[in-house]
T-cell receptor
Framework: LAKTTQPISMDSYEGQEVNITCSHNNIATNDYITWYQQFPSQGPRFIIQGYKTKVTNEVASLFIPADRKSSTLSLPRVSLSDTAVYYCLVGDSTGGFKTIFGAGTRLFVKA | NAGVMQNPRHLVRRRGQEARLRCSPMKGHSHVYWYRQLPEEGLKFMVYLQKENIIDESGMPKERFSAEFPKEGPSILRIQQVVRGDSAAYFC????????????FGDGTRLSIL
C-alpha cells in the first residue's frame, strides 16, 4: 500500500474553504484515493473517493492531478462541526482490506 | 439503524481480566475488520475475518488476542489477561465484498485497564 503524507494540523474559520493536501508519491496504477473523517469518540466516516481528475459530492471535492502523486480534499464553507481528523488513504481492492491509516490531519475550525 | 454496531461502547477491566468486544456488521456484510487506535494516532489494522474464517491476522499481537466471526452472531475480539498497554479504542468495520472501500465503521469500544 502506498504511504501517504498529510499536514499534522490545520486551522480555519467558519465560512472559509479548506484544502487539505495528501502526498502519495508511490501510488500504484490500480490504487484509489479515499478520504475519511473522524470525530472524537466516533469511528471514521467515508467522505469521498477518486481515481483521477476531480470528484465532487454533496460534502466535498477531491482534486487529483494527472500524475496522481498527490490529492487535495476541498471542504467548501466549513462550519464548527467540520472540526475533525481527516485521513487520506491509498490502495486498491486487493490490499484494501488492510486499510492503512496515517496520523491524519487535525482540522480545527474557529468561529 | 443498519450501521455497524459495537458493544459495549466503554469497557473497564482490571489487569489480568478478560475483555470481549463485540461487533455486528452492516446487514448483508460478511467481511469484518478490527482496528486499534491509541490517542492521537491513526487506526492500526489488526485482523480481517470473513464468516467462520480468519483471512488475515497479521496486525494482531501473537499472544492474548484472538478474534472470531461465527456463522451466527457478532464478531468477537477477545483479549485475555489484559495489561495497561491494551487500553485503546477498538474499532470494527465491515464491507460487502473483500477489500471494498469504503469500509463502514462502528463507533468503537473504549477499553480502559485499571
Amino acid at each position: 500500500l502506498a504511504k501517504t503524507t498529510q499536514p499534522i494540523s490545520m486551522d480555519s474559520y467558519e465560512g472559509q474553504e479548506v484544502n487539505i493536501t495528501c502526498s502519495h508519491n508511490n501510488i500504484a496504477t490500480n490504487d484509489y484515493i479515499t478520504w475519511y473523517q473522524q470525530f472524537p469518540s466516533q469511528g471514521p466516516r467515508f467522505i469521498i473517493q477518486g481515481y483521477k481528475t476531480k470528484v465532487t459530492n454533496e460534502v466535498a471535492s477531491l482534486f487529483i492531478p494527472a500524475d496522481r502523486k498527490s490529492s487535495t480534499l476541498s471542504l467548501p464553507r466549513v462550519s464548527l462541526s467540520d472540526t475533525a481528523v481527516y485521513y487520506c488513504l491509498v490502495g486498491d481492492s486487493t490490499g484494501g482490506f488492510k486499510t492503512i491509516f496515517g496520523a491524519g490531519t487535525r482540522l480545527f475550525v474557529k468561529a | 439503524n443498519a450501521g455497524v454496531m459495537q458493544n459495549p461502547r466503554h469497557l473497564v477491566r482490571r489487569r489480568g481480566q478478560e475483555a470481549r468486544l463485540r461487533c455486528s456488521p452492516m446487514k448483508g456484510h460478511s467481511h469484518v475488520y478490527w482496528y486499534r487506535q491509541l490517542p492521537e494516532e491513526g487506526l492500526k489494522f489488526m485482523v480481517y475475518l470473513q464468516k467462520e474464517n480468519i483471512i488475515d491476522e497479521s496486525g494482531m499481537p501473537k499472544e492474548r488476542f484472538s478474534a472470531e466471526f461465527p456463522k451466527e452472531g457478532p464478531s468477537i475480539l477477545r483479549i485475555q489477561q489484559v495489561v495497561r498497554g491494551d487500553s485503546a479504542a477498538y474499532f470494527c468495520a465491515s464491507s460487502f465484498r473483500r477489500g471494498d472501500q469504503p469500509q463502514h465503521f462502528g463507533d468503537g469500544t473504549r477499553l480502559s485497564i485499571l
